[in-house]
């Protein structure tokens, strides 16, 4: 394993937001880019179903990743810091584990439109502008930008259908087996397909009570939602790189602190 070069935990911190936001950001969207592209260009039914599928999942996984960043940002004076935080989410053994779930982050998202204040712990922009007024309009507009598209993204997340979480069960199926299917008539005979190329996503019916619920559910994914998926995924591309430009001027900047400051 190589050593870091500087031991510094907040020249880390801030040489991390800057690559991350030129480079690892941009992954999802290469990803669904390239999708995008080669369904257009398909004529099969089969290809075109299956990669809009593969599209959705990329949409999810943005969205779990801009998460995970609003927790490490949530928790950044706790543990080991934001990069810490950002790469052990979720890891309810790991004693330095932010323990803010994803969902939980999105519900705190979806409150009020000071999600940067109420959800981040970040300072107030006018308490930013007062002590910088210099960098006024950068600081504005990195905070509108932010604050509605963060509850965006959060009711995106949060989507529910019967009080059941639709989208992240969708996604686990994707990730665990994917299980989807071009013809749901053998499962429920009431469903006819929308489209040549319609396909759906089966999940395990987390309602069922007795022999006579269903045991499966469907989720129904057609091509011409790629589009729609894809200026989703941008959008939650700029908000990823927004945030690390907004954290690395706080902290630059002395308006905020991380635990990455210790190291």
């Not at 999810?60 to 609003?70: F, K, N, P, R, V």
Request: proline share 4%.
């Amino acid at each position: 394993m190589n050593k870091i070069a500087d031991s510094s935990g907040r020249k880390l911190l801030l040489d991390f937001l800057d690559n991350y936001k030129g480079f690892g950001s941009l992954g999802h969207l290469c990803i669904a880019n390239a999708l995008a592209e080669r369904i257009s260009f398909s004529s099969d039914p089969k290809e075109r179903s299956l990669l809009a599928v593969k599209m959705y999942s990329e949409l999810i996984s943005a969205l779990e990743d801009l998460g995970a960043l609003c927790i490490a940002i949530r928790h950044r004076e706790e543990g080991l810091g934001i990069v810490y935080n950002y790469l052990s989410y979720g890891q309810s053994h790991n004693p330095h584990s932010p323990k803010t779930s994803t969902r939980k982050m999105f519900e705190l998202c979806n409150v009020d439109s000071r999600v940067l204040v109420t959800a981040l712990n970040l300072p107030a922009l006018e308490d930013v502008v007062r002590s910088f007024p210099a960098e006024s309009k950068t600081f504005s507009q990195l905070y509108s930008v932010l604050n509605q598209f963060l509850p965006y993204a959060a009711n995106l997340y949060l989507y529910k259908d019967r009080q059941v979480d639709v989208v992240m069960r969708a996604y686990n199926k994707m990730k665990h087996g994917f299980v989807v299917v071009d013809n749901a008539a053998f499962i429920n005979p009431d469903v006819i397909s929308p489209s040549d190329d319609a396909c759906w996503i089966l999940l395990d019916n987390s309602e069922h009570q007795s022999k006579g619920d269903p045991i499966v559910d469907l989720v129904l994914v057609e091509p011409k939602i790629v589009g729609l998926s894809l200026e989703r995924i941008k959008g939650v591309y700029g908000a990823v790189v927004s945030l690390c430009i907004l954290i690395k001027e706080l902290i630059g900047r002395g308006l905020i602190h991380s635990a990455d400051d210790l190291l």
